[in-house]
């Protein structure tokens, strides 16, 4: 006669059972697996040091009551700037781009590259700034005739007209000009404004747009 000898085996939360013969030696006990200390979440009232006001000492806030931190300020200036470097950028493409069809000096073709390659971003740039607190271009008011550096639209037709050196020392004197307004420009935000993230992009045009003014100069005097 045939025992049923009925194992209870728990598989992945499923019940197995198995037949045994009354004179089969049954299987030794299988010993449970050990249990993995597995890292937990983060926990979200674990306490966070907030420093305090001057003259008052820090305090212990639960990490999911400590505020988020607030947006970098900003003020007319910096709006005011972000809002005339975007034509002014865009004017600077214009010129560069007449520089490959035009220009006969090789190494002024690869700075109108550099300015391409430079102010293209930076205009999405500054156009994500202004979007990210509901400004747009318009925001700063008219700028007509405060944005430095500026080439009227006489100015530009005689430099797409020209050719050769002509077009070089054109292109040298326009772009001169226009970079030095926006380094006017970024020294004002600098001084006036408030937001970090235009100060530090201000201070990029700075750098960069002096750095040119030299390196164009030098490439039209040395002549290649």
Do not use: C, Y
Request: hydrophobic share 45%; no cysteine; net charge negative.
């Amino acid at each position: 006669m045939i025992e049923l000898a009925v194992v209870a085996v728990l598989v992945a939360g499923t019940a197995v059972f198995v037949w045994w013969p009354d004179n089969a030696p049954k299987p030794a006990a299988t010993a449970a697996p050990p249990e993995l200390d597995l890292p937990g979440l983060p926990d979200a009232t674990a306490p966070v040091l907030m420093p305090g006001r001057p003259g008052e000492s820090a305090t212990s806030v639960p990490a999911n009551e400590v505020p988020p931190m607030p947006r970098p300020s900003h003020n007319n200036a910096d709006i005011r700037f972000v809002t005339m470097m975007i034509p002014h950028h865009e004017q600077a493409l214009v010129m560069a781009k007449l520089v490959p069809d035009r220009g006969e000096n090789a190494q002024l073709k690869l700075i109108a590259d550099r300015i391409l390659a430079a102010q293209e971003p930076e205009i999405k740039v500054l156009e994500g700034w202004l979007a990210d607190r509901g400004l747009n271009r318009n925001s700063g008011g008219s700028h007509e005739h405060t944005m430095g550096g500026m080439q009227s639209a006489e100015a530009l037709n005689r430099l797409t007209d020209a050719r050769g050196a002509e077009f070089d020392r054109m292109f040298v004197k326009m772009m001169t000009e226009h970079h030095q307004g926006a380094i006017d420009m970024a020294g004002e935000a600098q001084a006036l404004g408030v937001d970090p993230i235009i100060n530090e992009f201000s201070t990029s045009v700075i750098v960069e747009q002096n750095v040119e003014i030299n390196r164009m100069r030098q490439v039209l005097a040395n002549g290649k």
